[in-house]
């Protein structure tokens, strides 16, 4: 079995029974999307495998030691760099922090989380399209506090370098956020 097999396995059982934030959508079709998103961008096998584990520490049973020991110290690094450090945190220190830590990540961090980002914009945009305003209920931080999170983290992932999945992530932030630009696209 490859390391990506390996991780669609693992990832596959360690979310079994969660769903994706108020709705009834599976929760691991998101980190095979993310897995999808850098294949397709061009990632090697190690990166689409940490794309595909990158919330399984974070908000599963698993641990890092558990990744490390099936996935290697590569992966493991890339999906600690990935998760949050102390879910204790008020949402403020906690996206404060990844805003910070992302600034000077390695780039393969740095590209998984752009990915991870990139597609939790669009299942909110898909998920605005259907309900409109009400999407900004399933969040703990409004649409004020969510642009400003995404906004600043695309801003750290492209400190130290450009790469095509950060101009898609600033074309989605531009398209959720800037109602104007919306009107326009639709009038199109």
Not at 94 to 122: G, M
Request: net charge negative.
């Amino acid at each position: 079995m490859n390391v990506i097999e390996k991780a669609l396995e693992v990832a596959g059982r360690a979310h079994v029974n969660q769903c994706r934030k108020h709705t009834d959508i599976p929760y691991i079709t998101h980190p095979v999307a993310v897995g999808m998103m850098l294949m397709k961008a061009g990632y090697g096998d190690d990166i689409v495998a940490a794309g595909i584990l990158h919330d399984t520490v974070e908000d599963t049973t698993l641990s890092l030691a558990d990744i490390e020991r099936e996935f290697g110290p590569t992966i493991a690094s890339i999906v600690e760099g990935c998760s949050e450090p102390d879910k204790t945190l008020s949402w403020e220190k906690r996206k404060q922090h990844t805003i910070e830590f992302l600034k000077t990540a390695p780039e393969d961090i740095r590209v998984v989380a752009c990915a991870d980002k990139l597609h939790n914009l669009k299942s909110i945009m898909n998920d605005y399209e259907q309900i409109g305003d009400m999407v900004w209920e399933r969040f703990n931080r409004g649409k004020v506090d969510q642009e400003w999170y995404y906004r600043n983290v695309a801003a750290s992932v492209g400190y130290q370098s450009n790469f095509k999945l950060l101009d898609e992530l600033k074309i989605e932030i531009d398209r959720l956020f800037s109602p104007n630009d919306r009107e326009i696209q639709k009038q199109q």
